[in-house]
């Protein structure tokens, strides 16, 4: 009851025994009694009802109190931190980051953002027409990994757009479990975004893929980056890649004789 009322931003007054000191942050979230008899309890309820000025201070510390203390969020962070520093590997599994972004359904994602990053990404950033970038993900730790999604499993390419800006760049990609790629690649140039193209079996619907980097160029504010993914797609093995995958996913979508007129004016 006292959580709920401070959730709500209103003051509680208790007596200091049990848990009650727990859900009652004496001077934030309400008031404790100095003592447990009911002449303390009243002393404590005339303040708060005499004293505007404190209780619409208790009122909005106790909201803020709340938030910082109680909620999923928080929760989400302190359960982040503790992973973060006690499980082996876990500064370069979980990134020092959490994202409260709610995710984008997966139906109304782009063919080529079909993609969940799991760790070691920051944030969606962009877009950045000046950089001839869609939204993007930096890996800003040497190893990240995220899901693929594809309808059914077996025989796929796995194509990740990307830039990297550090030279003598190694990358090692793992997909199901399984070396994908092991090697160079090179300094992007020209704002143009790079192509890895790679052969994968899938064994379920959402395949975890790794991508381990050798080298980052620092960022103005201190960041390590290893490489920028501005798209990740799964085609069947019979698919081709395109040069814009997710528009021609979009015309093939088109009625057929809008389809065709767009077949026409590329031709």
Same mark, same amino acid.
């Given at each position: 009851m006292f959580l709920e009322a401070a959730a709500c931003g209103v003051p509680s007054v208790g007596y200091a025994v049990g848990g009650?000191?727990?859900?009652i942050k004496h001077g934030a979230?309400?008031?404790?009694?100095?003592?447990?008899?009911p002449e303390a309890l009243g002393d404590a309820i005339l303040r708060?009802?005499? @004293?505007?000025?404190?209780?619409?201070?208790?009122a909005n510390w106790a909201r803020i109190t709340f938030e910082n203390e109680r909620t999923l969020e928080c929760s989400y962070h302190r359960l982040h931190a503790v992973l973060r520093r006690f499980l082996a590997g876990g500064e370069s599994m979980f990134g020092r980051k959490i994202?409260?972004?709610?995710?984008?359904? #997966? %139906? @109304?994602?782009?063919?080529?953002?079909?993609?969940?990053?799991?760790?070691?990404?920051?944030?969606?950033?962009g877009p950045y027409p000046d950089w001839n970038l869609p939204r993007c993900r930096w890996q800003d730790h040497r190893v990240g990994s995220f899901h693929v999604m594809a309808? @059914?499993?077996g025989a796929h390419t796995l194509?990740? #757009?990307?830039?990297?800006?550090?030279p003598g760049q190694q990358l090692r990609i793992e997909c199901?479990?399984?070396?994908?790629? $092991?090697?160079?690649?090179?300094?992007?140039?020209? $704002? %143009? @975004?790079?192509? $890895?193209?790679?052969?994968?079996? $899938?064994?379920?619907?959402?395949?975890?893929?790794?991508?381990?980097?050798?080298?980052a160029s620092p960022s103005p504010e201190g960041r390590a980056l290893y490489i920028l993914v501005s798209g990740?797609?799964?085609?069947?093995?019979?698919?081709?890649?395109?040069?814009?995958?997710?528009?021609?996913?979009?015309? #093939?979508?088109?009625p057929r004789r809008l389809r065709a007129w767009f077949v026409r004016r590329r031709d």
């Open positions: 009650v000191p727990e859900a979230t309400g008031i404790l009694a100095k003592e447990t008899t708060i009802h005499d @004293d505007a000025d404190l209780r619409n201070a208790l994202s409260l972004r709610p995710q984008q359904a #997966r %139906e @109304d994602r782009p063919a080529s953002d079909a993609w969940e990053a799991l760790t070691g990404f920051s944030d969606w950033e309808r @059914d499993s194509l990740i #757009r990307y830039r990297n800006t550090a199901a479990g399984r070396k994908v790629f $092991l090697g160079p690649i090179p300094v992007s140039r020209n $704002l %143009e @975004d790079s192509l $890895l193209s790679l052969d994968v079996e $899938l064994d379920e619907a959402r395949s975890l893929v790794t991508s381990e980097a050798s080298s990740v797609e799964v085609l069947p093995k019979s698919g081709q890649a395109r040069e814009r995958p997710g528009l021609w996913t979009t015309i #093939r979508s088109l």
